[in-house]
């Protein structure tokens, strides 16, 4: 209920305006991958860059309420106008960067770590993305160029979905397909991309509640 309130709050704010965009950015070297920016549309269009200036960015659709709840938390969280960093002493975790356009507005707030908890759900959910699009591409690799390494692949894959923590699992259908029509692949892969398939496609078990 509450949420259904925030997003006609959103909706109400934004008419007639231009559309906004949120951009997730992060930073951590050393790690995998160093650097991450994530750029939603309010009309669910993502655009997932791994470097400033990739002329090939993975593409995806979200779903219209998805894309909603994200902006509504962007709303309640004052369009990124105000400080989140807890000030804390914490391990490094990467600087992460909350940037809001719109027109002529932009706003944007920079931290390691917050305390805020829609700050903490809006974090979770880019890293949700960071996540499915490093499992995507690990999988298109193995699907390319190493036929053993594809089962392990799936197996981290159903985790991830079991766990809720892919993101337009769609995109992944036609590798899943491929895979499952393939005799090259494991029977146990082909199985597992089956029914994964299925799953995605709605028409088998759902996640775990």
Do not use: C
């Not at 995806?60 to 962007?74: G, V």
């Not at 960071?130 to 190493?146: G, K, S």
Request: cysteine-free; glycine content about 6%; aromatic content about 10%.
């Amino acid at each position: 209920m509450k949420l259904a309130v925030a997003v006609l709050a959103w909706a109400a704010a934004f008419a007639g305006e231009p559309a906004p965009r949120i951009i997730y950015t992060k930073t951590f070297p050393g790690s995998s991958p160093a650097f991450v920016r994530i750029t939603l549309e309010r009309d669910g269009r993502l655009v997932y860059q791994e470097v400033p200036d990739d002329d090939q960015p993975i593409k995806l659709q979200l779903a219209a309420a998805d894309a909603e709840a994200i902006f509504a938390t962007a709303e309640k969280l004052g369009r990124f106008r105000r400080q989140l960093e807890s000030g804390l002493k914490v391990a490094n975790m990467g600087l992460k960067t909350f940037r809001f356009e719109q027109g002529q507005q932009v706003y944007e707030t920079k931290f390691n770590y917050t305390q805020d908890p829609d700050a903490a759900v809006l974090a979770d959910w880019f890293e949700r993305v960071i996540e499915t699009e490093q499992l995507f591409m690990n999988l298109e690799r193995a699907v390319r160029f190493d036929n053993l390494g594809v089962n392990h692949a799936l197996l981290h894959l159903e985790a991830l979905w079991d766990g809720k923590r892919i993101v337009d699992e769609r995109q992944f259908l036609p590798l899943l397909d491929r895979i499952r029509k393939n005799e090259s692949y494991l029977h146990m892969a082909r199985e597992r991309a089956a029914a994964l398939a299925e799953a995605f496609r709605g028409e088998g078990p759902k996640p775990a509640q």
